[in-house]
């Protein structure tokens, strides 16, 4: 039984550990300070994306960006917008 | 001392065991290393199903299935201090072998499916790689664990085991 504890200690810690590393090893994340009450509709960075020929397949929040998810040309593309101007912070090509 | 492991059984394990660390840490900034780590766990698992049948006899996925069934007995024996010894894998070894291939066979297919045009940026491929990865990651840990206590229970190194396939002859 003591053992039966001190597995599900070690269990735990290295959980906790492995589990806190998706934080630091994520992606490009950081795009605006501006509250997210005021932050422009994602619909519109979607709309930006599609402006520029992306055909878009979804967006979501990542950090304080939205990315977008678009293909163009048959490649794949992660666009990152600032919710604040919608200015295109980052082209990641996947 | 007898040959347990085969040497393509050990060079699959410890590759496997790395690449699965390198995929671990490497998601999202180092997208190339993370893809070659997955495309290589794909591989290996295409291999261990090969080996499973042309593999030399602990490889093997025969005794596979009667050790499935006796897993829980053996989980159950094991928390009230009955172990018995294998050579092999025991019950539960079986069970994690086959969990932890499935899972990553789940996670690399739905990671590869996430950078293909069709299915980009769909949200449940995307949850599907996340899931399955963190749940192969708990098991590895579980995994592990176990082979620990088995070490203390049974008074054998078998990280050694694995290194060098050798293992005490039969008996308790």
Known sequence: ?94 | MVVVWDWPLRLFHWTLAASLLIAWFTPNIYDTVHRIAGYTVLGLIAFRLIWGFAGTRYSRFRSFIRFLRAAPGFLWGLGHGRTGRYLGLNPAGAAMSVTLLVLLAISTISGWMQVTVRFFGVAWVEDLHTYSSDLAMILVVVHVLGVLTMCVLQRENLVRAMITGRKRDRGD
């Open chain 1, 1 to 94: 039984m003591k053992a039966l504890i001190k597995a599900s200690m070690v269990v735990g810690v290295s959980l906790s550990v492995f589990g806190a590393v998706p934080v630091w090893a994520d992606g490009f994340k950081d795009c605006t300070k501006l509250d997210k009450a005021s932050w422009k509709p994602a619909s519109e960075a979607e709309a930006k994306a599609k402006s520029l020929g992306y055909e878009v397949r979804r967006s979501k929040i990542e950090g304080s960006c939205y990315e977008v998810y678009g293909v163009k040309e048959g490649k794949l593309f992660e666009l990152f917008y600032s919710p604040e101007d919608l200015s295109l912070k980052k082209t990641i090509a996947k």
